[in-house]
């Protein structure tokens, strides 16, 4: 039995106190992640951005606003676990200032300056112990395979999930999984509970019975 942190949903970034950004990400990918580890027998916390879907009730749920948030209490899951699984969609950028009174309309066009938020899964690899694993996943448009290995060596992952921008906000996703040095494990598809189990099976043979049976 391993203890997985998996993020999940998008995360917000406010500009003044009602207006952000953020994206489509649903949260249901993670859900059937969260469910597809606990079917294995796995202890689950989800670290969740604001999402409208249910997690199971046997995970411990910790729910955030912004990447900051989400790096921070991946970060205290993470220092008691065995391995991270990064599906959640952070928002990348954050206003440079963020206004404490909602902007006012002026006729004028509004120049955002923005600047880049952390990458939690980047920043949990680095700092990993030898035994601890990571899992990022990669939403491309174009060279989706070349782009997810850069990733998967960038953010010094053990594994990379490579998916398509159709994935967003659907019930369905067709993935590849990818272990570090870039060996294709497998190509999934049809409905995320099942993409999920698949996912976790292989996570169990490559990153987690290696380290139970050394
Ligand atoms: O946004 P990007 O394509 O780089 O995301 C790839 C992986 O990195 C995903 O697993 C995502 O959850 C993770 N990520 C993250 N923190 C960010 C951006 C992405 O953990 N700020």
Redesign the pocket.
Known sequence: MAHIVI?SGPTRQYLDPVRYLTNASSGRMGTALAQAALDLGHEVTVVSGPVNVEYPTKAKVSWVTT?QE??EEARIAFSNADGLI???????YMPEHVETSKLQKNGNDLTLHLKE??????TLAANKLSKQWV??????TQDIRFRAIV?LSR?ACDM?VSNSAQAMNSQDNNVEVILRGGTILDQLHGPKSLVAAGILRLIDKHLIAPTVHS
């Open positions: 993020t990447t989400m790096l990064g599906a959640a969609a952070p928002c990348d938020t952390p990458d939690i899964v980047a899992v990022a996943f990669a939403l491309e990733k953010k990379i």
